[in-house]
Each structure stands twice: as C-alpha cells, then as structure tokens.
C-alpha cells in the first residue's frame, strides 16, 4: 500500500477537498493527508493515490467520497468551549429572552450550531439553557430549538449517539455538569439526558450550500470552522449567517477569531472577555461596549422591537412607530 504521496497527486487531491468542503490544505499538509487517507485505502484495496483520485471521481467503491471527506475534517472540540460566551449566554441571553417570552413578544428561540462536530457545542447551549430555565420558568423546552449542523458523518453519529467517554468527558464539563445532564451507561461511557438532547436536531449541512432551508436563527455559532477556509469562502459563509439571522441576532466566532473588515451588516459588541457581532441594517458599523456597561453605545436595534422579525406579536399599529423609530436613530448615527 502506497505510504506517500506525490505534488501532483497531493494538489489534485487538495483540489478536489477545497471543491466539494472549501477545506483549504496548505502545502506543509502531505503528511496529514498520509496519516488520515491510509486506512481508508487498505480498507477499500486501493493500492496508490493515483487509483484514490479515480476512484473520487466515481465514489467507487460508493461511498469512498464521504469516508475520504469525512477522514479530512478536522473535528476538535470540548465542552464550553472558550467558557465565557456560555456565561453570557446563562446571565445575559437567556434571562433577556426569558422575559420577552413571559411578555409575550417572543415564542421561540432558535440557535444554530454552524459546525457542530460531536456535539459538545450544542449540548453545552443546551445543558445551560437547561440549568437557567429552572429559574426562568418562561423558558419552557419548546421554546428552544437548537439546529447543530456538520459536514462530518463519524461526528454527526457521535454527537447523535449523545454517548462519550473517557478523554472526551474531561475536556471542559464544569463541576456538577456530569452529574446533572449525564446518565452513565454499562460501559464506563456517559450519555446525555434524553431533556437535554430533546433540545437538539443534528442534520448533515455543508457551509458552501444555501443557508436558506434552515430558517432564520436568534443566535449563530461558527466559532473553530472558519479557520480551514480561504479568505473569500470565509467571508461568503458570513455574509450568508448574515442573512439566517433574524434583526439583532448574534453571530458568536471563537475567542481567536474575528470578523473580516470586509463584511458589512453586523455591530461589534464586547462584553468583559467576550465579543459577538450583532446583526444590525440601522448601526451598520462597528461598535464597541463599554465591558463595564451593562447597555451597548449607542443601543443598536432592540432584538425584541426587530420590526420585520418574523416571530413577533407586535401589532401593525406598533410596527409603523417601530418603523420610524429606526428610520431616526438610523439618522442619528449616520450623522
Ligand atoms: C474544529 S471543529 C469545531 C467544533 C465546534 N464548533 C467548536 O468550536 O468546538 C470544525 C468542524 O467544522 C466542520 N466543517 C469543516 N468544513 C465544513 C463545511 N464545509 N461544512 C460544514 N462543516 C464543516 C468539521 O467537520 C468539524 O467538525
């Protein structure tokens, strides 16, 4: 069985990756391909790249496509991830909603964990909303809709299966957490209560299709995905969670990443250690908050009073006053 891979065969590869995932390899990556690619091939009789690349062409044998893509992800993930956007979520989000819900001005909430891999980062949203909803009875289970997406078949069925084990249970659960939202299985392992999964619906989604067949979204991760595209794929992904966003929606990155000058539409907000980016048509520029402010400067569009939000209950009347309201802050600011 081939162990290394030559140029031409490596950059027709990589093309091949970048043309059905926009996952760019760099030229230092032969070795990775190497690495994941190897099994695959013994399993399947395949003896060089040569006959791989072939056999891509054709997903013959059916299904090699998938295996070899999936193979090429780079799935990473832990617990409460970065930590911070998880308390904000707990002690800013949450009870702002909770009372929108409790007003009436609000049924639903919908999340969307962009690139989910095994699930960790969609289970945490909803293991917190979980914990909050015992002080904020408002938030009943069917108020929140979690849609956890990602390209990865073997990541998918994990974050499915709700089960994990040894490393991945110590990679970030805070104190109490296992034993809250966890019930341990026969083999050592832990599955994810049945309350908690409820909250979540995993569905295979490749970020270069049409984000218009999820629906529009509260809240957007695409926090460690970005980071394996290209500058000019990174920025249409953003511009497209633009557009599942409702009104004042939160597009939340990782703590490493930012957002591209070059993507208009979205407010930076900062609080203490966190940053998300605010989708706003009115303040289209950014802006930062004070960390110890508990209100952003200048306000950008309450996400409550969002007139086109499509799950508001607020009458016509209240529209137009809405409306006109916009219309003068949106000349406040451009002043
Ligand atoms: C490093 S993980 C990030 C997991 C999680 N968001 C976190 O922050 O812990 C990146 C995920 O992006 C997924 N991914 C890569 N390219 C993708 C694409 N084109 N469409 C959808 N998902 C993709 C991979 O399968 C992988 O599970």
């Known amino acids: 069985m081939a162990t290394t891979i030559g140029a031409r065969e490596f950059d027709r590869l990589r093309e091949f990756l970048e043309r059905e995932t926009s996952i760019s390899l760099g030229d230092d990556k032969a070795y990775l391909v190497e690495t994941?690619?190897?099994?695959?091939?013994?399993?399947?009789?395949?003896?060089?790249?040569?006959?791989?690349?072939?056999?891509?062409?054709?997903?013959?044998?059916?299904?090699?496509?998938?295996?070899?893509?999936?193979?090429?992800?780079?799935?990473?993930?832990?617990?409460?991830?970065?930590?911070?956007?998880?308390?904000?979520?707990?002690?800013?989000?949450?009870?702002?909603?909770?009372?929108?819900?409790?007003?009436?001005?609000?049924?639903?909430?919908?999340?969307?964990?962009?690139?989910?891999?095994?699930?960790?980062e969609p289970y945490s949203l909803a293991m917190t909303y979980n914990d909050v909803a015992r002080r904020f009875p408002a938030l009943r289970p069917e108020c929140l809709e979690i849609v956890a997406t990602d390209l990865s078949d073997s990541a998918l069925a994990s974050a499915r299966s709700g089960s994990y084990g040894?490393?991945?249970?110590?990679?970030?659960?805070?104190?109490?957490?296992?034993?809250?939202?966890?019930?341990?299985?026969?083999?050592?392992?832990?599955?994810?209560?049945?309350?908690?999964?409820?909250?979540?619906?995993?569905?295979?989604?490749?970020?270069?299709?049409?984000?218009i067949t999820l629906g529009s979204f509260d809240m957007v991760l695409a926090r460690y995905v970005l980071i394996y595209f290209q500058d000019e794929f990174k920025r249409e992904v953003l511009r497209k969670a633009h557009g599942a966003l409702e009104r004042g929606g939160a597009l939340f990155l990782g703590s490493s990443e930012s957002l591209p000058a070059a993507v208009p539409g979205f407010a930076m907000v900062r609080r203490g250690r966190v940053t998300w980016y605010q989708k706003s048509e009115v303040v289209a520029r950014r802006l930062t908050v004070d960390a110890a402010s508990s209100v952003p400067k200048p306000t950008p569009v309450p996400v409550a009073a969002a007139p086109a939000a499509p799950k508001s209950t607020t009458p016509d009347s209240d529209m137009a006053v809405l409306l006109k309201k916009l219309q003068d802050l949106n000349a406040l600011h451009s002043k």
């Open 36 to 120: 994941r690619l190897s099994e695959i091939m013994s399993a399947h009789g395949i003896g060089d790249y040569g006959a791989l690349l072939v056999a891509l062409q054709g997903d013959r044998p059916r299904g090699v496509r998938d295996l070899v893509i999936d193979a090429m992800t780079t799935n990473e993930t832990l617990w409460f991830r970065d930590g911070a956007p998880f308390e904000l979520f707990r002690d800013h989000f949450l009870p702002a909603w909770a009372g929108e819900i409790a007003a009436g001005t609000r049924q639903k909430i919908r999340i969307w964990s962009a690139a989910c891999s095994s699930g960790q």
């Open 166 to 211: 040894g490393l991945a249970l110590q990679r970030g659960l805070p104190d109490g957490c296992l034993e809250r939202h966890f019930t341990p299985a026969a083999d050592g392992r832990y599955v994810v209560r049945r309350e908690v999964r409820d909250r979540v619906s995993f569905r295979k989604f490749n970020l270069r299709d049409s984000f």
